[in-house]
């Protein structure tokens, strides 16, 4: 009895390396440079058409998960930093990134192929440190800000890096400049400015002096151009190409989360001393409600960095940002 083709193609495709650069492409380069067209047959097989449904399943589902957890995150940061008076942007970033590298724990057992314990392992740190950098550096100017702004310009000029997002995919992912896309995420951004300064009467919002805010907002700024750096980074460097299952997906892109947590657990410690010692940032181990409500956010924090590169993964950085909003 033959086996199914489905099986087959499945076993086919899982022999391929993720980081392969020509892998699920339907051109290749030869030796002289030219591009050469793969024979190839597209077809809407039932496989197929529930394989699609599937990744788009998943899609909506890491979409919930992101926008829920990103709400509590920010809630929970400001309410430590602001009320409780725990300010320590950079222990918090750091703590919050730290537990990521759970993931690769929690999806160890379910990678059994030879081919897991062969990773381009030099191509991949230096990837991870890439884009680990560029994700410290958005992380602290938002962990800054979360107490020098408000909640809503917070929200709004963070989910402005859905335009830089596109903005860097141009040059970066190679995406063609498309005038549907441009408007769709001028109008998004639009839309989330409208809501976050269309009523701007609570009184709590305008505490704070106007110098301090201005300093907050700008500083964010910063951060969500970076953040949509990070977001084309993370789909260039680090994502497997189109084509592969949305199973290996989660999984790759749960080992990369594990990645960057593990890297900022062994590298990016290294200024905590110094801002203690220069006295810019005073190491205090949080206790009491404090330290609840920190675990909450490292939850939280987990969650959201999961579910949104999955969410990267399985569709694309822009689309990502923009379903965010």
Same mark, same amino acid.
């Not at 030869?30 to 699609?52: H, I, K, L």
């Not at 410690?269 to 330290?291: D, K, Q």
């Not at 956010?297 to 969410?311: D, R």
């Given at each position: 009895?033959?086996?199914?083709?489905?099986?087959?193609?499945? =076993?086919?495709?899982?022999? =391929?390396?993720?980081?392969? /650069?020509?892998?699920?492409?339907?051109?290749?380069?030869?030796?002289?440079?030219?591009?050469?067209?793969?024979?190839?047959?597209?077809?809407?097989?039932?496989?197929?058409?529930?394989? @699609?449904?599937?990744?788009?399943? $998943?899609?909506? *589902?890491?979409?919930?998960?992101? +926008?829920?957890?990103?709400?509590?995150?920010?809630?929970?940061?400001?309410?430590?930093?602001?009320?409780?008076?725990?300010?320590?942007?950079? !222990?918090?970033?750091?703590?919050?990134?730290?537990?990521?590298?759970?993931?690769?724990?929690?999806?160890?057992?379910?990678?059994?192929?030879?081919?897991?314990?062969?990773?381009?392992?030099?191509? *991949?740190?230096?990837?991870?440190? *890439?884009?680990?950098? /560029?994700?410290?550096?958005?992380?602290?100017?938002?962990? &800054?800000?979360?107490? +020098?702004?408000?909640?809503?310009?917070?929200?709004?000029?963070?989910? !402005?890096?859905?335009?830089?997002?596109?903005?860097?995919?141009?040059?970066?992912?190679? =995406?063609?400049?498309?005038?549907?896309? &441009?408007?769709?995420?001028?109008?998004?951004?639009?839309?989330?400015?409208?809501?976050?300064?269309?009523?701007?009467?609570?009184?709590?919002?305008?505490?704070?002096?106007?110098?301090?805010?201005?300093?907050?907002?700008? +500083?964010?700024?910063?951060?969500?151009?970076?953040?949509?750096?990070? =977001?084309?980074?993370?789909?260039?460097?680090?994502?497997?190409?189109?084509?592969?299952?949305?199973?290996?997906?989660?999984?790759?892109? @749960?080992?990369?989360?594990?990645?960057?947590?593990?890297?900022?657990?062994?590298?990016?410690?290294?200024? $905590?001393?110094?801002?203690?010692?220069?006295?810019?940032?005073?190491?205090?181990?949080?206790?009491?409600?404090?330290?609840? $409500? *920190?675990?909450?956010?490292?939850?939280? @924090?987990?969650?959201?960095?999961?579910?949104?590169?999955?969410?990267?993964?399985?569709?694309?950085?822009? $689309?990502?940002?923009?379903?965010?909003?």
């Amino acid at each position: 009895m033959s086996r199914p083709p489905s099986t087959v193609r499945d =076993e086919v495709q899982s022999s =391929e390396p993720l980081l392969d /650069a020509e892998r699920g492409r339907s051109t290749r380069v030869d030796g002289e440079g030219n591009s050469v067209r793969r024979a190839e047959f597209r077809s809407r097989s039932p496989v197929t058409v529930q394989n @699609n449904r599937n990744r788009y399943a $998943l899609a909506a *589902l890491m979409l919930v998960l992101s +926008l829920g957890s990103f709400v509590l995150q920010t809630e929970t940061a400001q309410y430590i930093q602001r009320d409780l008076g725990w300010n320590k942007a950079y !222990c918090m970033m750091q703590v919050n990134n730290m537990p990521s590298i759970l993931d690769m724990i929690l999806q160890a057992d379910r990678s059994s192929h030879p081919q897991d314990m062969a990773h381009p392992f030099y191509y *991949l740190l230096r990837c991870i440190a *890439l884009v680990t950098t /560029a994700l410290t550096i958005a992380g602290s100017t938002w962990y &800054i800000a979360v107490n +020098l702004t408000t909640p809503s310009d917070l929200t709004a000029i963070y989910n !402005c890096s859905a335009f830089f997002a596109y903005a860097f995919s141009i040059p970066l992912l190679r =995406e063609k400049p498309q005038a549907d896309k &441009i408007i769709s995420v001028m109008i998004a951004v639009v839309g989330v400015l409208v809501v976050a300064y269309g009523d701007n009467t609570n009184k709590q919002e305008q505490d704070g002096s106007a110098s301090t805010r201005l300093g907050g907002n700008m +500083l964010i700024g910063v951060g969500s151009v970076l953040y949509g750096l990070y =977001e084309v980074l993370y789909k260039k460097l680090l994502c497997p190409p189109s084509g592969t299952s949305s199973g290996r997906s989660v999984i790759f892109s @749960n080992t990369v989360c594990a990645c960057i947590g593990a890297f900022t657990l062994l590298i990016l410690w290294i200024p $905590l001393p110094l801002l203690h010692w220069t006295g810019w940032e005073t190491f205090e181990i949080p206790t009491g409600e404090t330290a609840k $409500l *920190l675990s909450i956010s490292i939850f939280a @924090n987990a969650v959201f960095s999961g579910s949104f590169l999955i969410l990267i993964s399985l569709t694309s950085p822009v $689309l990502s940002s923009v379903a965010a909003l």
